[in-house]
């Protein structure tokens, strides 16, 4: 992959079914909730989409992350670390999706990798 779009955004969130309610009234963005995960994703109707994110460790109040595709999430890692970066979460499964990793930049801003599922047919 010769590009790394730019392919979801995510907000934090203190109670994300209300900002769910105020993003789906405010823009009509459509909402899913996945209980499951404690998270919801949103869809503005293009690329790219994004979701509100329990407010964490990663995810502090008021902060905003975007997340980076990559074809090789280790390699894009361990390329971050040689320049200054720092990798916080490793590569992590999002079941049915794909996958994600965490990192800050030499700034601290904290930024994500995704790889997609490969989707047989």
Avoid: C
């Avoid at 209980?35 to 919801?40: F, S, V």
């Avoid at 293009?46 to 090789?72: K, R």
Wanted: aromatic residues 10%; charged residues 20%.
């Amino acid at each position: 992959m010769t590009n790394h779009p730019i392919v979801h955004v995510e907000f934090s969130s203190k109670d994300r079914h209300k900002d769910a309610n105020f993003y789906s009234e405010l823009f009509g963005w459509k909402m899913t909730h996945m209980e499951e995960m404690g998270y919801t994703m949103f869809d503005p109707g293009i690329e790219p989409g994004g979701g509100l994110a329990p407010i964490g460790d990663n995810t502090p109040a008021g902060s905003t992350m975007v997340h980076v595709e990559t074809d090789d999430i280790e390699a894009t890692l361990a390329k971050i670390v040689s320049l200054g970066g720092k990798q916080l979460v490793p590569k992590t499964e999002i079941p049915g999706m794909g996958w994600f990793a965490l990192f800050t930049d030499l700034s601290g801003n904290t930024v994500g990798l995704y790889t997609a599922m490969q989707r047989s047919g």
